[in-house]
Structures are given as structure tokens and as C-alpha cells.
Nanobody
């Protein structure tokens, strides 16, 4: 099972980006899915989380600007980022709590995608 993230890039302040992350392989079900980010010299932090059938939650710094959603039929989680700010610049990682057939449960990470917001 693997996660494949994409959609990063360079955008100006106030711009938008959409990050998809798809899980593939031996998947029975996916519990929580989420997005984290890590800026240079800083620890990785939770940006947004989407439990399976639960309530989404966001870091205070992105509330009202970012929206997380998931398409369970496609095993994909999305992060829609609007009104981007230079402080949103970071490598963004997707994360998923995956249960495979045979009930092997693992926390998986995508490879990271760079988001750069210019001022």
C-alpha cells in the first residue's frame, strides 16, 4: 500500500492550490486521512484531518482558508488551499490510517509535495 501526493507548486500570495493524495494497493478500509506540513527548521504539524465519517478539523492558522475532503470510492484525500500566505510555504505530507485485507493496520505517509508561496 502506498500514498501518492501531488499538486504542489509555486503560487503568489492570495493564490490557490489543490493537493490530491491517493492511496493504492491492498486496501480494505481507511480510517483517518490528513495533511501535515513541515517548514524549514520547524517540526511537522497537522494542517487538517478527515476522519472516515467524522468531523474534519483544522489547524487554527488555516481555518477558513483550507478545506480537506475525501473521496472514499477513490481512496483519495484532497486539500484545497485558498488565500495562500508566505507562511504556508512548506513540504506538505498526506497521511492515512489504512487497514489491508487480512486486517493489517498501518499508518502511511506520502512522499511530500513542496508548496511555495511568494510575497
Amino acid at each position: 500500500v502506498q500514498l501518492q501526493a501531488s499538486g504542489g507548486g509555486l503560487v503568489q500570495t492570495g493564490g490557490s492550490l489543490r493537493l490530491p493524495c491517493a492511496a493504492s494497493g491492498n486496501i480494505f478500509s481507511i480510517n483517518d486521512m490528513g495533511w501535515y506540513r513541515q517548514a524549514p527548521g520547524k517540526q511537522r504539524e497537522l494542517v487538517a484531518a478527515a476522519p472516515n465519517g467524522g468531523t474534519t478539523n483544522y489547524a487554527d492558522s488555516v481555518k477558513g482558508r483550507f478545506t480537506i475532503s475525501r473521496d472514499n470510492a477513490k481512496n483519495t484525500v484532497y486539500l484545497q488551499m485558498n488565500s495562500l500566505l508566505p507562511e504556508d510555504t512548506a513540504v506538505y505530507y498526506c497521511n492515512a490510517d489504512v487497514v489491508s485485507f487480512g486486517y493489517n493496520r498501518r499508518i502511511l505517509w506520502g512522499q511530500g509535495t513542496q508548496v511555495t508561496v511568494s510575497s
